[in-house]
């Protein structure tokens, strides 16, 4: 789709019975993302994701998207202290997670590391532009690629992680001007978030796109708001069984066997 110019759609999953849905709504890429630690598991920011659960829920949307490209994040700290524990979480990621790519936000430092994934079979997708697992270096998320400086060591980053190996690349929260010479940098499939328009697949966390979250970037308004919906679905449920509406179907014991309980 990249070669032929033809946008391609991504979005964040983190469950089987979603993916089953987005698969059918034809996206390409399914993103488990460490995203999961606030929007799953609750936390303030994505630097809590587990490991283990990383790689269940990875192999969960992809047991339910089978026939979609399924991407899996590797978590804060699960590639950043030795490269032999980095190859064997991302190979728990292909194995056991059943992944088809692994993501790393990466600059041009872990070129050596991408060498080895590549080397031992691991698709991997570089991660560059604003990196959320940094937030705490800079108090909090914030966008990157604002000065001539910053967008050129994030092109060299860029650059530095497809010769390495990198078959995909994601550029996050820049300047569209920067994505432009991402994209003139380099020649792998380059996914944008709230990067401008010219990258050749785009992605948002899914529950921002369902309007499930009391807060998004600007860069990712609601397309609906389910999360009304959800809220009133429910409250009706609580209202049915309030008044002892909620069993409307019965279950019937066989004929002439209602006599025969012993109390």
Same mark, same amino acid.
């Given at each position: 789709?990249?070669?032929?110019?033809?946008?391609?759609?991504?979005?964040?999953?983190?469950?089987?019975?979603?993916?089953?849905?987005?698969?059918?709504?034809?996206?390409?890429?399914?993103?488990?993302?460490?995203?999961?630690?606030?929007?799953?598991? +609750?936390?303030?920011?994505?630097?809590? @994701? $587990?490991?283990?659960?990383?790689? &269940?829920?990875? /192999?969960?949307?992809? *047991?339910? =998207?089978? +026939?979609?490209?399924?991407?899996?994040? @590797? $978590?804060?700290?699960?590639?950043? &202290?030795?490269? /032999?524990?980095?190859? *064997?979480? =991302?190979?728990?990621?292909?194995?056991?997670?059943?992944?088809?790519?692994?993501?790393?936000? &990466?600059?041009?430092?872990?070129?050596?590391?991408?060498?080895?994934?590549?080397?031992?079979?691991?698709?991997?997708?570089?991660?560059?532009?604003?990196?959320?697992?940094?937030?705490?270096?800079?108090?909090?998320?914030?966008?990157?690629?604002?000065?001539?400086?910053?967008?050129?060591?994030?092109?060299?980053?860029?650059?530095?992680?497809?010769?390495?190996?990198?078959?995909?690349?994601?550029?996050?929260?820049?300047?569209?001007?920067?994505?432009?010479?991402?994209?003139?940098?380099?020649?792998?499939?380059?996914?944008?978030?709230?990067?401008?328009?010219?990258?050749?697949?785009?992605?948002?966390?899914?529950?921002?796109?369902?309007?499930?979250?009391?807060?998004?970037?600007?860069?990712?308004?609601?397309?609906?708001?389910?999360?009304?919906?959800?809220?009133?679905?429910?409250?009706?449920?609580?209202?049915?069984?309030?008044?002892?509406?909620?069993?409307?179907?019965?279950?019937?014991?066989?004929?002439?066997?209602?006599?025969?309980?012993?109390?």
């Amino acid at each position: 789709m990249a070669r032929d110019g033809t946008p391609f759609a991504c979005l964040t999953c983190y469950d089987a019975t979603m993916a089953r849905w987005l698969d059918r709504a034809g996206v390409h890429v399914l993103l488990v993302g460490d995203t999961a630690a606030e929007v799953v598991l +609750g936390h303030r920011n994505t630097l809590h @994701m $587990p490991m283990d659960v990383a790689v &269940a829920l990875t /192999a969960g949307v992809k *047991r339910g =998207a089978p +026939g979609a490209v399924v991407m899996a994040d @590797m $978590p804060f700290m699960s590639y950043h &202290a030795e490269e /032999a524990e980095a190859m *064997r979480n =991302a190979g728990r990621f292909m194995t056991e997670g059943l992944a088809d790519a692994v993501k790393i936000e &990466a600059d041009a430092s872990f070129a050596p590391l991408v060498r080895k994934l590549t080397r031992a079979g691991v698709p991997i997708c570089g991660h560059v532009g604003t990196k959320p697992q940094q937030a705490s270096l800079h108090g909090g998320y914030i966008s990157s690629g604002k000065t001539a400086r910053e967008a050129s060591e994030i092109v060299d980053d860029a650059k530095a992680l497809e010769d390495a190996g990198c078959v995909l690349l994601l550029i996050e929260a820049t300047p569209a001007e920067v994505t432009e010479r991402v994209l003139e940098a380099t020649k792998v499939p380059l996914i944008g978030i709230g990067a401008g328009p010219a990258c050749h697949g785009q992605i948002l966390v899914l529950q921002d796109l369902l309007g499930l979250t009391d807060w998004q970037p600007g860069f990712a308004p609601p397309v609906v708001r389910l999360g009304d919906s959800i809220r009133d679905a429910c409250a009706a449920w609580v209202e049915r069984v309030g008044k002892r509406e909620a069993n409307e179907h019965r279950y019937e014991m066989k004929p002439g066997e209602s006599g025969k309980v012993v109390v």
